[in-house]
C-alpha cells in the first residue's frame, strides 16, 4: 500500500517486495479481449479451443499482461511520482490461464539507477511473478519504470 | 500475405520481411482501453495528461503493444499451424502515440530454431517494428512463436 507522503525514486530499495492483489478471468472477458486484439481461435472460439493444444479456452498472453497492469497500478504504481515506462522485457507467459483463474501477483524491486541525462528523475527496475489459484507461477515480466526523484 | 497451403516451421527463411499493414488511435479508444487496464492520468484524463511531461493523452503502452497484436494475428500467423507463443523480450516504447496517429507495423525473421522437446514443432523469432505517421520508430519487440513442423 502506498503511504501518504509522496513515493520518490529515492525511497525505493532493492529487494522489497510489494503485494499486487488478485485478478480473475470470465470467459467472456477473455473471448472479449481477443476478439478486439488477439483473435486466434484458441482465444475466441471455445470449440475450437477444446480441440487444439491447449483443450479449452485460454486468455490471450496480452489480456493476462494487461490485467497484471492494471493491479500495477492500482496498488503499486504512485501516479504523483510515475513518469512512465520505456519498455519491459522477458515477459514469459509458463501456463495457460483459464475461465475462472484467479491470479496473485506482485512485484520486486530489482534494481535502481539514476538517470545519466535528466536528474530530475531515476530509473526502477522490477520483476513482476503471478501465480494462479494452484500456486503455479503462470507469468513473469522484468519492468523498467521512470520514477520523479525527491526534489532538493 | 499468406499463400493458401499451410505455412510450416519449416517455411520460414531468416530475413524475411512481412507488411502487417497500419492501424489508427481515437481518444476514446485510448481512454477505454486505459481505464480497464492502464489507469494513470496521462492515458485517461484529457487535462491531467496536458499538464505532464507528455503534453497530452498518449495510449499505454499496453494498448499499442495489443493493436500491433491484432495486425499480426491478421496478417501473419497461419492460424492453421500456430501453436502461441511463450513470451516475447525487449519490448520498447520509443515514441508517445497520441490520438489521431496511424502506425505501420512490420515483422522480420530473426531466427528458427528446431524444438528439441517436441518434434512436431518448431521456434521461430521475431523482430517487430512500428513506425508512426511521421515515419519516426515507435515500438519494437522481440517475439517467439511455436509453429508446427511439416508433417513428414
Not at 488478485?22 to 472477458?29: I, K, L, N, V
Not at 498472453?61 to 512512465?84: C, E, I, P, S
Not at 519491459?88 to 496473485?104: C, H
Request: proline share 5%; glycine share 8%; hydrophobic share 40%.
Amino acid at each position: 500500500m502506498l503511504s501518504k507522503a509522496p513515493r520518490y525514486w529515492d525511497d525505493y530499495e532493492v529487494g522489497q517486495k510489494f503485494d499486487l492483489g488478485s485478478t480473475s478471468f470470465t470467459a467472456d472477458e477473455i473471448v472479449d479481449f481477443a476478439r478486439h486484439y488477439d483473435p486466434q481461435s484458441f482465444h475466441v472460439d471455445a470449440d475450437a479451443a477444446r480441440q487444439s493444444m491447449f483443450g479449452g479456452l485460454i486468455a490471450s498472453g496480452w489480456h493476462v499482461t494487461a490485467k497484471l497492469m492494471r493491479l500495477f497500478v492500482d496498488n503499486y504504481v504512485d501516479q504523483r511520482t510515475a513518469l512512465g515506462s520505456p519498455g519491459v522485457d522477458e515477459v514469459r507467459w509458463l501456463k495457460p490461464v483459464r475461465p475462472g483463474d484467479t491470479l496473485t501477483a506482485w512485484v520486486e524491486c530489482a534494481g535502481k539507477v539514476p538517470s545519466r541525462s535528466r536528474p530530475e528523475m531515476g530509473i526502477i527496475h522490477e520483476q513482476w511473478q503471478a501465480t494462479n489459484q494452484k500456486g503455479e507461477l503462470v507469468m513473469t515480466l522484468k519492468g523498467t519504470n521512470m520514477v520523479r526523484r525527491r526534489p532538493v
